[in-house]
């Protein structure tokens, strides 16, 4: 059964940084696009960061470029999702997502992690 285990979640200070990771299992994700939604309350979910297999083509929604930085450890079948310069704006709950080719909907997502949550304080 394939498994997307979320952590590094928590409370940080507007400014401050935390490094998100996400480690799956249960088959082979070669050629797969891995990436981070997130959704607050009574938003719907957005699309954070994506990156292909090889690494070659990332995608980051305007809001956090600049400050965010995916990237993965195809050995160990794992994301991360580096993020720095925290703002209050980024406080929501973080989704592990693995998609097959390259898409921003969350419709298209074949496998999702439990979630984790960030919050950022003023």
């Known amino acids: 059964q394939v498994q997307l285990v979320e952590s590094g979640g928590g409370l940080v200070q507007a400014g401050g940084s935390l490094r998100l990771s996400c480690a799956a299992s249960?088959?082979?994700?070669?050629?797969?696009?891995m990436g981070w939604f997130r959704q607050a309350p009574g938003k719907a979910r957005e699309c954070v960061a994506q990156?292909?297999?090889?690494?070659?083509?990332?995608y980051y929604t305007d809001s956090v470029k600049g400050r965010f930085t995916i990237s993965r450890d195809n050995a160990k079948n794992t994301v991360y999702l580096q993020m720095t310069r925290l703002k209050p704006e980024d406080t929501a709950v973080y989704y592990c997502?693995?998609?097959?080719?390259?898409?921003?909907?969350?419709?298209?997502?074949?496998?999702w992690g439990q979630g984790t949550q960030v919050t950022v304080s003023s």
């Open positions: 997502a693995v998609t097959r080719g390259v898409g921003h909907n969350p419709d298209l997502v074949d496998y």
């Open positions: 249960g088959r082979t994700f070669r050629g797969y696009t």
């Open positions: 990156i292909t297999w090889s690494g070659g083509i990332t």
